[in-house]
């Protein structure tokens, strides 16, 4: 049963090594989401065959214990969206100044996109890379018959309004140095996203 399970992962590892191979480079990943979830929750980003081999591991118990919709409830919840935005309604204030729910479909597309390269995407929200996948999200979004062609090309024409953003304040002093030490201590691999 448990090598059954471990297939899809193992035919998107090895879909991936094909891809990198031909290349002679690394062109893509072969992660599933809950891969994904593994590796931004538990192992890091550590390109190694061990690590990998964790991953899998640890996302087929997690597709054991958890339904699907949990894992997808999970990912949206913790994924890094740019701007220290974890998940699709902090991303959506931290973006739109909005609830995940009032959003436009430009808007939760442009969401959709972030998750490839968040940082990148972020720094230059309405760039020809960043339009381009957000029509990516549009177009596979309708292939799918989640919207309809039309819902996709009026959502390309729209224009998005980004709310500014205050830079943000680090916070230091005693009290966060001792805090993080003590976390430290806790959980040597400490994620980006902890919250203390």
Excluded: C, W
Aim: proline share 5%; no cysteine.
């Amino acid at each position: 049963l448990a090598i059954i399970a471990l297939v899809p992962l193992l035919g998107s590892i090895l879909r991936a090594m094909l891809a990198n191979l031909s290349a002679g480079r690394t062109v893509q990943g072969g992660s599933t989401l809950t891969q994904q979830l593994v590796k931004n929750l538990l192992v890091g980003n550590e390109q190694t065959l061990r690590r990998k081999a964790q991953e899998a591991r640890l996302a087929t118990e997690m597709e054991a214990a958890l339904s699907k919709e949990e894992i997808l409830d999970l990912y949206l919840n913790r994924v890094y969206l740019g701007l220290n935005a974890y998940g699709v309604e902090a991303a959506a204030q931290a973006y739109f100044g909005k609830p995940a729910r009032l959003l436009s479909l430009g808007e939760a597309a442009f969401l959709g996109a972030l998750p490839k390269a968040p940082s990148r995407y972020a720094e230059d929200k309405t760039g020809a890379e960043t339009t381009a996948r957000v029509h990516y999200v549009l177009d596979r979004m309708a292939a799918i018959g989640f919207i309809t062609p039309g819902a996709a090309a009026a959502a390309k024409t729209q224009a998005l309004s980004f709310i500014e953003t205050a830079p943000q304040k680090p916070i230091s002093g005693y009290v966060l140095d001792e805090a993080l030490k003590e976390a430290g201590t806790i959980l040597p691999d400490l994620p980006p996203d902890a919250v203390i």
